[in-house]
């Protein structure tokens, strides 16, 4: 099969070199578990197998089930390989299901790269490390190098240190894609919302997306004046006088804006 399906965003990576780099950048050991998501024709699934890996390989194309099956039928009968024939959105809660310790290393359709991140750091079960090919502006907005803060930067930097391994311009896949590339990865994962027994809590976290969601709803206003839409019940009087001692505790001028403020000090924000 040379064709690709573009409703899934298929866009296969050809390139050895590349794939020895995200290899690395995954830092396995022999027998870890290992979730690659839309493993295509394999040629990652391979070097993960070589590598040690055992593999749990999420695809939803039918046509490329057979495929897989046939080209790593030895691999699927010593118990190195699963093959699931569904959709990783469709997994749900339940996707990161099994052992406790597991990586995820994969080249993800993009136009689910938002979503799939999303879920699994914010699973109950998250992954050790995330090491995946996304489009090169979103590497960009997530890892923000040129200083400004997103809301998508900030979810990822929450529960987790997002780094750039390498660009891949485009190239490098068949068919060519629109877009140029680049692997990212997403170490140190945790929860930071806890409460004081260490349990997860939901509150302070849905909490916290709620104030950057606010902070960044008109990313033109001044902070302070897109906050005031959050102010708890008992601050509602004179709710920018108290805001404007808030940023002048944290050290913030009265004219940011919300791509200007780091997570550090958002997470402050959202416990006062």
Known sequence: MSFAKKSLGQNFLTSPRIVDA???AGDLKVGETVLEIGPGKGILTRALLLAGAHIKAIEKDDRLIPILAEKFKREIS???LELIHGDVMAFGDNMAQGPHKYKV??????YITGAVIRNFLSAENKPQ???MMVQK???DRIIARDGKQSILSLSVKAHATPSLVMNVSRGNFFPVPNVDSAVIKLSNIQNPFVDENGMPDKITEDR????????FAQKRKKLISNLEKVMPVALKEKPKEKLKTLFEKLGLEE?????DVSLETWLKISKI
Do not use: Q, S
């Not at 916290?208 to 902070?215: M, Q």
């Not at 004219?255 to 791509?259: L, P, S, T, Y």
């Open 129 to 131: 490390l995330m090491v």
């Open 208 to 215: 916290f997306f709620e104030i950057i969601k606010t902070g």
């Open 137 to 139: 502006e979103v590497a």
């Open 78 to 80: 010593l118990g190195k």
């Open 255 to 259: 004219n940011i804006r919300a791509e």
């Open 105 to 110: 290393i994969a080249n993800i359709p993009y």
């Open 22 to 24: 995200i290899i690395h």
